[in-house]
């Protein structure tokens, strides 16, 4: 697959957009006042994992469905 311009765009803002989320995360954990502990961030990391799980999960089974046929009408004979 080639790299196109929109590709290399898309792909940069998004990259730009998870640096973001991650500079504001660490910030918005300091900001409290209090040290950010090991926990904190396993259960960030645990959150996010299994955001990531459940969701290529459902996009998994909705890809499969389609695919299937399940999503097709009835046809009665």
């Given amino acids: 697959m080639r790299a196109t ?7 940069s803002v998004l990259f730009g957009l998870l640096t973001a989320t991650g ?5 918005g954990l300091a900001a409290s006042g209090k040290p950010v ?11 996010v994992l299994s955001a990531l799980l ?7 089974l909705a890809f499969y469905s389609s695919g299937a046929g399940y999503d097709e009408p009835p046809r009665f004979r």
């Fill in 5 to 11: 311009a929109g590709f290399l765009l898309a792909l």
């Fill in 23 to 27: 500079w504001l995360e660490t910030a």
């Fill in 37 to 47: 502990v090991f926990d904190d961030y396993l259960a960030l990391a645990f959150g």
């Fill in 54 to 60: 459940v969701g290529t999960g459902l996009i998994t």
